[in-house]
């Protein structure tokens, strides 16, 4: 009599990996703009990174950083802004973050798809 095993669960040791189940999910979903730039650097060794980008793209995710991304009411934004009025060198600096925000989108893959990034400005 054989005994039939049951497929390796693959999933459970890729999700040992991932950098949001091994760190504090709240970091993902800070108000701190310093706590989201963290978040998004532990993204970038993410075997799924691009999976969980183009999964936050298709869900219009409201907020977070997905992906390697920081996203706002459904949009990727360069970085979280602190509150109050941004200092003219801040708007400089947003501007050219967005189009380094829009250059890693397209090599991903994810500009031009019929999901569409939407930046926000």
Wanted: glycine share 8%; proline share 7%.
């Amino acid at each position: 009599m054989s005994l039939a095993l049951a497929p390796l669960d693959v999933s459970v040791e890729v999700e040992a990996n991932l950098p949001c189940r091994k760190f504090d999910p709240d970091l993902w979903f800070s108000d701190s703009p310093t706590e989201l730039e963290l978040a998004k650097s532990l993204c970038g060794d993410c075997p799924l990174r691009v999976e969980c980008l183009a999964g936050a793209v298709e869900r219009a995710e409201p907020w977070g950083v997905w992906g390697g991304e920081i996203f706002e009411r459904g949009a990727v934004v360069p970085r979280k802004r602190p509150r109050g009025r941004p200092r003219k060198e801040d708007l400089a600096r947003d501007e050219a973050l967005r189009v380094e925000a829009e250059a890693r989108l397209a090599a991903s893959g994810l500009s031009g798809s019929r999901n569409a990034v939407r930046l926000a400005a």
